[in-house]
């Protein structure tokens, strides 16, 4: 009896710590083709800016590796034949597999201008494209950013704090808006400007321009030409569904997978980024791109896998962020109801985040306080709070928990409410009482 797990991101490793759990006996073997195996990818952006060393990306320890006692084969698999049970590479013998997950995760977007090639045109993605980045980074130098969500923002900061001069470019008329309102996103948008970070609203790319192979500049549609060494873009990700393809696997957007996680055919799962999963919120099966559900999905697919039959049941996404160096926290719907937008909003939590020494529970003295709740009809169903972070945990606790708000509803809703007093009144007699 042989598992394999393809990708060595967390929801891969979280499925071989779930198979151990459970199964001592049998044979497990993790391929990927990352060099670097399995780090923190939201630590990336603090590693980009100079708060995390490259060491402290990597969350496990040769002792982990060695009590969960599984192969590692660092390669690319190329095809996967369901028939046969066996993978596929290039320059290796067939590996064969009883069971299979599929934890490939997703990639960024390529940019697709002409130009877009060439050297110093830059994204986010994994290590090496972090330490890219970092050795083209120069004091003094301007950068293009292009991108709408927070993947663009930590770039802009990651190159600011490399002393480069960041242009932004945003497509619409403010950031992020499908999360944030016009009065949060301009909060953004101020401490970007006080960073001294040029904004340019509604603004594309047309074409990168070079220079001996080199980007020397880009266009942007009103023929404005922008001088820069470096452009960074950042603008969504997709999921990487080239062996689902060609396995035939049920797809959508992602690899379409039942509430055990396990995709049209059953000895093959999927967990992560790559997955589409159903979500008890709303009814639908959603792409859900984020480290704690990625984590969560490979450790009950893991499970599955051993025989412990286990319901994946995705919980309302819960995110600490930081906009600007201002401490987000961003709990449940609070955009303009897409699916996407529920994606979006989500992208910031993770344990390198809160593990930070200036992440949210530790800082104090805020220039900036503003709390935004989503009232339903006798629930909170969202909650973005920027600075003082001391409404987060209760808000985090009424929505996640569907805590009925109809002693307050009608207070929260009147106007000029103090909406942070009301909360915390209502939040601490209730604990009193309980
Ligand atoms: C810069 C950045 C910042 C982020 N910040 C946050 C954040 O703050 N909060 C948050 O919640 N989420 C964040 N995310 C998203 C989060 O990192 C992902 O949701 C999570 O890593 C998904 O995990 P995964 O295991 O599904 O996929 P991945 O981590 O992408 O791992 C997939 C692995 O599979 C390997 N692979 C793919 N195809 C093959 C193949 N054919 N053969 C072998 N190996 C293959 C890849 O090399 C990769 O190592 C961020 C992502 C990035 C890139």
Redesign the pocket.
Same mark, same amino acid.
């Given at each position: 009896m042989r598992y394999v797990v #393809?990708?060595?991101?967390? %929801? *891969?490793m979280s499925a071989v710590e779930a198979i151990r759990s459970m199964d001592g006996e049998n044979e497990i073997v993790m391929?990927?083709?990352?060099p670097h195996g399995y780090y923190s990818?939201?630590g990336?952006?603090y590693y980009l800016s100079g708060e995390l060393h490259d060491k402290a990306l990597y969350p496990r320890t040769d002792a982990d590796y060695n009590r969960l006692n599984f192969h590692f084969v660092k390669?690319?698999?190329?095809s996967i034949h369901k028939e046969s049970h066996t993978l596929e590479f290039d320059d290796r013998n067939p590996l064969s597999y009883d069971r299979l997950l599929l %934890?490939?995760?997703?990639q960024a977007m390529p940019l697709k201008v002409p130009g877009a090639t060439l050297d110093g045109v830059l994204k986010?993605? /994994?290590l090496e494209d972090a330490r890219r980045i970092l050795k083209a980074a120069h004091r003094g130098r301007a950068a293009v950013v292009i991108g709408g969500g #927070?993947?663009a923002l =930590?770039l802009v900061e990651g190159l600011l704090a490399h002393g480069m001069k960041v242009r932004y470019l945003l497509r619409g008329d403010r950031y992020w808006s499908n999360v944030l309102d016009t009065q949060e996103s301009r909060i953004v948008e101020a401490r970007l400007q006080e960073e001294s970070v040029t904004l340019h609203h509604h603004a594309e790319i047309t074409e990168v321009l070079g220079k001996s192979g080199h980007v020397h500049a880009v266009r942007l549609p009103d023929g404005q030409i922008l001088k820069c060494d470096l452009l960074a873009y950042a603008i969504g990700i997709q999921p !990487?569904l =080239?062996?689902a393809k060609g396995a035939g696997l049920a797809l959508d957007r992602g690899i379409l997978v039942n509430e055990y996680l396990q995709t049209s055919v059953d000895d093959i799962y999927a967990? *992560?980024?790559?997955a589409q999963v159903y979500d008890p919120m709303t009814g639908r099966s959603v792409m859900d791109?984020?480290? /704690?559900p990625?984590r969560q999905q *490979?450790y009950v697919a893991g499970l599955n896998m051993a025989g412990k039959r286990t319901v994946y049941s995705k919980a309302a996404p819960l995110?600490v962020?930081r906009l600007a160096g201002l401490t987000t926290t961003i709990i449940g719907t609070v955009g303009g109801g897409r699916d996407d937008d529920l994606v979006g909003i989500? !992208? *910031?939590?993770?344990e390198t985040?809160r593990e930070l020494p200036d992440a949210a529970i530790a800082q104090s003295g805020f220039e900036v306080n503003r709390v935004r709740v989503m009232v339903g009809e006798n629930t909170l169903t969202g909650a973005v709070i920027m600075g003082d972070q001391k409404l987060s945990l209760p808000l985090e606790k009424m929505i996640l928990g569907k805590v009925d708000i109809s002693p307050i509803r009608e207070r929260l809703l009147a106007p000029g409410s103090r909406i942070g007093d009301v909360i915390t009144e209502f939040w601490t007699s209730r604990n009193s009482k309980n």
């Open positions: #393809i990708g060595t991101g967390v %929801a *891969g391929a990927g083709d990352d990818r939201p990336l952006a390669a690319q698999v190329k %934890a490939v995760g997703a986010l993605d /994994h #927070i993947t =930590e !990487r =080239e062996l967990a *992560g980024d790559v791109s984020l480290w /704690h990625a *490979g995110n962020t989500a !992208r *910031g939590d993770s985040w």
